[in-house]
């Protein structure tokens, strides 16, 4: 969708170069024609400018809520990790004790081995003996003497073998318990795991999802703000038609239309009008305005016109004067080196000299006159903005 729009973006822009520096049958005839269409096609330009920008504030507010469902789900994720190292520990520690049961469990195994070998060895020696009966006792007996304590001790015998029949009896129920405990803790620790891994897993492929609708997202802002600083620069181109259109057409009428002294945006640094003067501390008239520049910065003839003064000055430093005829002239102040001289024709864009701190100056400017019949004028009446 975007990669579309961007390309939109791209055939509109080229229909806007060819338009402007194309040839072009009005170039010459028509200039106020040419003013319309640049107009124009600025008018698109920003059109399409706010249009991007609408977009990309949406797409920045998309943005911040997915970027907070984000710390919802890592929070979400964070939760899902810790109750499974929770889990692990509790299973580690289940485990340990299972341990400790298996061993308890082997204890107990080789005692049930053990009287169950007794047992085996009582068995056997009845049946290597014969079979002990109350008709044996009775018989063998010599006297009744001797015929109770037969009896005494053939019911020690029998009660003995009683409680040992029922001890490994209770061992065994007690070992099939023990084995039942074991096998459902297992299952149970064995399902908690499975789960927390689950959880674990779900919560990291909603976060997988989210981190891919935010670089989708990021994607868009950095096509939208691409196109916005393509619409910046051929805007930035149409302005500079407009503004030569409109020269050509003050050139037509006959009117005073200069240009900038210097490249770029004008930056001013000391307005025309009454002032605190930076050198002496006192108020006083300041009868032009000064502009920053950096020393060697080309200065520009800001309209056609004949050098009639270039040379030095207390106040100005290395100073230059260009008349430009129906008593408009243009003063410069404090150059580096000038590079016309009296007489020469310049025109308009033309590098007349160099920025520098020349005369009386605190540090490298540009100051800039601009006289109708000697009378000093704000040059900003006059400067295009």
């Known amino acids: 969708m975007l990669s579309k729009r961007r390309l939109a973006v791209c055939v509109f822009i080229g229909c806007c170069v060819l338009a402007a520096t194309g040839p072009h ?8 024609a040419l003013l319309n269409q640049a107009q124009e096609q600025q008018n698109k330009i920003q059109v399409e400018k706010q249009n991007a920008r609408g977009k990309l504030g949406q797409v920045y507010w998309q943005t911040q809520e997915a970027k907070a469902q984000l710390q919802a789900v890592q929070q979400e994720l964070k939760l899902a990790q810790s ?24 204890q107990s195994q080789g005692q049930y081995q053990e009287r169950k070998a007794v047992l085996g060895r009582r068995v056997r020696a009845i049946q290597e003996n014969g079979r002990v009966s109350y008709l044996g006792v009775l018989v063998g007996s010599h006297s009744f003497a001797d015929f109770v304590s037969r009896m005494d001790l053939l019911k020690q015998i029998v009660q003995q073998d009683s409680r040992l029949m029922r001890e490994v009896r209770a061992q065994k129920q007690t070992l099939e318990k023990q084995r039942q405990a074991v096998a459902d803790r297992t299952a149970q620790l064995t399902a908690l795991q499975a789960e927390a891994v689950r959880t674990v897993q ?18 868009s802002q950095a096509e939208l703000q691409a196109q916005l600083a393509e619409y910046d ?23 005073f239309a200069p240009v900038h002294p210097l490249r770029g945006k004008l930056v001013i640094t000391s307005d025309f009008g009454p002032r605190i003067h930076p050198v ?21 003839a800001i309209e056609d016109g004949v050098v009639i003064h270039a040379g030095w000055d207390d106040v100005y430093g290395n100073r230059l004067v260009i008349d430009h005829g129906s008593g408009i002239a243009s003063w410069y102040g404090h150059a580096q080196v000038l590079l016309v001289d009296v007489g020469d024709a310049v025109k308009q864009g033309q590098t007349i000299a160099r920025a520098d701190s020349t005369g009386l100056s605190t540090g490298p400017h540009l100051h800039l006159e601009i006289r109708v019949n000697n009378v000093r004028q704000n040059p900003l009446n006059y400067l295009a903005p």
């Open 233 to 255: 620069r051929q805007q930035a181109v149409v302005e500079q038609q407009i503004y030569e259109f409109q020269l050509r057409l003050n050139r037509i009428a006959g009117k």
């Open 25 to 32: 049958t009005l170039a010459d005839d028509d200039p106020a």
């Open 280 to 300: 002496f501390g006192v108020s006083s008239f300041h009868g032009g305005t000064d502009f920053a520049a950096n020393s060697g910065d080309p200065i520009f």
């Open 202 to 219: 779900t919560v990291q492929a909603k976060e997988a999802a989210q981190e891919q609708i935010i670089a989708a997202l990021d994607r």
């Open 83 to 106: 109750r499974q190292a929770e889990v692990d520990r509790e299973l580690k520690t289940t485990r340990a004790s299972l341990g400790l049961l298996e061993a308890a469990l082997k």
